[in-house]
């Protein structure tokens, strides 16, 4: 079986990892999430981030949106800081490349303003190997569901594009894309496998409408 090749994997894991808490943003491994900071906090995260191994940990806050430190999910997933350009308005414009899962062993005091965790690695350790479920998916129905769900949401993709996609980077890339609830997105995230992750995003699919934002796009 070849299975799904692997992204690349995080070489050292860091006993800590600086967390961003963003509402229904997803990041998997492999997969490519653009940014935009603007907060002082997080200027000093990428600050901190740049200086050290380039990675920040996304992970998406449970309730208390508007609270000064909501709090979080269990899971979360690490990112590696692949490109990055400051604006004139001293933003920081960024890219995050997924690279493991982790879970939130537990949060670490400190003086920084941004919030620092020690991570658990151990919990995903499939990211660690080439995932060989990706030979069970059932793409064309994967596909079939794309397409019910994007009619009845009334988006578009450009659908040869993803359908020539290889499995892991098509299923990846919807999982992120699609605008689902986050605690939708969160279940996606916590697939242990990208057959788990292809099951759990047709059922999301089917249920079309879980989303609010019937505008945003796919990425």
């Known amino acids: 079986m070849k299975g799904a090749k692997s992204p690349a994997r995080l070489k050292a894991k860091p006993e800590t990892l600086p967390l961003f808490p ?5 990041l998997l ?8 900071i603007f907060e002082p906090r997080y200027l000093a995260m990428v600050d901190a981030a740049l200086a050290g191994d380039r990675l920040i940990g996304m992970i998406q806050p449970r309730d208390e949106i508007n609270a000064e430190k909501p709090a979080l999910y269990a899971a979360g997933c690490a990112g590696r800081i692949t490109s990055f350009a400051e604006t004139g308005d001293g933003r920081y414009l960024i890219n995050l490349t ?6 939130l062993a537990e949060e670490i005091a ?11 690695w151990s919990a995903f350790g499939a990211d ?3 995932d060989v479920s990706a030979d069970t998916v059932d793409r064309e129905a ?6 019910d769900y994007l009619d009845t949401e009334q988006l578009e993709i450009e659908w040869e ?24 997105k969160q279940a996606l995230l916590e697939s242990k496998t990208l057959a788990e992750q292809a099951e759990c995003l ?8 879980g989303a609010d934002d019937d505008d945003a796009p796919l990425q």
Request: aromatic letters at 4%.
């Open 202 to 209: 047709a059922a999301l699919m089917a249920l079309a409408g």
């Open 98 to 103: 997924g690279t493991h899962r982790f879970r």
């Open 22 to 26: 963003l509402e229904g943003a997803l």
């Open 110 to 120: 400190g003086d920084a303003p941004f919030r620092l965790a020690r991570p658990d």
């Open 29 to 36: 491994p492999g997969g490519q999430l653009p940014l935009n």
């Open 142 to 147: 994967l596909l079939e569901a794309l397409q």
């Open 161 to 184: 594009k993803a359908a020539a996609a290889p499995i892991e980077a098509l299923v990846v890339s919807l999982a992120m894309g699609c605008p689902f609830q986050p605690n939708e």
């Open 128 to 130: 660690d190997e080439t």
